[in-house]
């Protein structure tokens, strides 16, 4: 498993404890791998999931640490969303 990989579940439990999320989404990044999450958190799993959202690591990267909002970077193409639209804007609002 890689290191961003690694990073990213560590980075998205924070963000994920004590939110109010209840359905299932996949980070898909770019040559790396991917992270489900889930109402227990997160975890490096490639599995079905409501929503997938696609990235490189360094679009991924910036979502993560606040550098870029993860609308703004679907706007722009940086960020694919296949999947359940809804679960993506709450998914978007948890990471914000």
């Known amino acids: 498993m890689s290191d961003i990989i690694d990073q990213a579940v560590v980075a998205l439990n924070e963000k994920l404890a004590g939110a ?3 359905g299932t989404a996949k980070f898909d990044i770019e040559g790396e791998g991917a ?3 889930d109402s227990t958190g997160a975890r490096a799993a ?3 999931a409501d929503v997938t959202l ?4 360094d679009t991924f990267r ?18 694919k969303v296949d ?8 998914l978007a609002s948890v990471l914000a």
């Open 20 to 22: 109010d999320f209840d």
């Open 46 to 48: 490639d599995e079905e």
């Open 54 to 57: 696609s990235a490189d690591a």
């Open 83 to 90: 999947g359940d639209m809804g679960m993506a804007m709450k």
């Open 62 to 79: 910036e979502i993560l640490e606040g550098e870029l909002n993860a609308t703004s970077a679907f706007m722009t193409g940086k960020l």
């Open 35 to 37: 992270v489900m999450m």
